[in-house]
């Protein structure tokens, strides 16, 4: 373990530097609105937060949703996976890893996300990471 990192459950306390964070991945989304979905989200069942540290900074996060799906048995499906673009360079990796051992202590035998068809960097970062593409994801407004 890189020694100034630190990977910790986060809670709403965090949420003004994780809606900053989870921002940079949709700046389309007013950060009020990104607020408020995060504070519905800490009350959902199955529903986890997780924080990359340095030293006592908050430079990363990831929501994690626990479930069991027909097709795959208990899962870990990964959201707004992201490292401040300043602190990268080993750290993601670090983080990964921390996210995959804590799947696997809470039972789970496999681990998905999903990411914007536009980012290609966390498609290399995925790919590197041992994911690998399996399906396509659809998307539809219910509400204009």
């Known amino acids: 373990m890189p020694p100034d990192l630190s990977f ?64 795959g048995g208990k899962l870990v499906e990964l959201d707004n996976v992201i490292v401040d673009p300043a602190a990268r360079g080993g750290t993601g990796s670090y983080f990964m890893e921390q996210l995959q051992a804590w799947a696997r202590a809470e039972n789970c035998v496999r681990m998905e996300l999903k990411t914007y068809v536009t980012n290609a960097r966390s498609h290399k ?14 998307v539809k407004a219910l509400v204009d």
Do not use: K, M
């Open 8 to 71: 910790r459950s986060l809670n709403p306390t965090h949420a003004p530097r994780v809606v900053e964070l989870v921002h940079l991945l949709n700046p389309a989304i007013p950060t009020a609105e990104l607020a408020a979905r995060l504070v519905t989200q800490w009350d959902f069942d199955g529903y986890y937060c997780f924080g990359l540290f340095r030293a006592e900074e908050l430079i990363g996060v990831a929501s994690a949703w626990v479930s069991v799906r027909l097709y």
């Open 125 to 138: 970062f995925y790919f590197d990471h041992g994911f690998d593409l399996r399906a396509f994801y659809f």
